[in-house]
């Protein structure tokens, strides 16, 4: 369990902040006011850009939390800046790195509660990673790099799946 989620977790996050990072550097060739990004949407009723971040962030947070069965640090949704989205990505992985490999392997049928809005989800350990925070994280990150694709940054699929690093 651990190896199908810190890992990825991170590695989700690091592209993430690259993907960030080239359409940064794509705003400002273009003169562009960089921190005016992070309120870009798709369509009106789609939250933004800092938002798609935050909640990426909280998956991988909240989800290496609890698959160790620990209550997740809360984060304060209060990024403005380029810069401090880029800091809770840094925060995000720290907090991450916390946890051992022993906190989350056997966490398979773990009881995983979440009290939502919408009402109460209820998942054992592996359906909750596979189910609901993979295909969360990866929907948040794809929804940023379309975004900023859509600005015109110079990104592809490979800033996706590999960031900076070369596959």
Not at 23 to 28: C, D, L, P, V
Not at 69 to 78: H, K, L, N, V
Not at 92 to 121: K, P
């Amino acid at each position: 369990m651990y190896a199908a989620s810190v890992p990825v977790f991170e590695r989700a996050l690091r592209n993430l902040r690259h993907i960030l990072s080239k359409g940064e550097a794509h705003a400002r060739e273009r003169g562009v006011d960089v921190d005016g990004l992070l309120g870009l949407r798709i369509i009106d009723d789609m939250l933004p850009l800092s938002r798609q971040v935050q909640i990426a962030c909280d998956m991988a947070k909240n989800g290496a939390a609890r698959l160790a069965g620990q209550q997740p640090p809360a984060f304060e949704d209060s990024e403005t800046t380029m810069d401090e989205l880029y800091a809770r990505i840094d925060r995000t992985i720290a907090f991450i790195h916390t946890l051992d490999a022993a906190d989350i392997d056997g966490s398979e049928e773990r009881d995983i509660l979440l009290v939502m809005r919408s009402g109460e989800l209820r998942f054992k350990g592996q359906d909750y990673l596979l189910g609901f925070v993979l295909p969360n994280l990866h929907f948040h990150c794809t929804v940023a790099y379309a975004l900023l694709r859509g600005q015109g940054a110079p990104l592809g699929k490979t800033d996706y799946i590999a960031g900076a690093t070369p596959v």
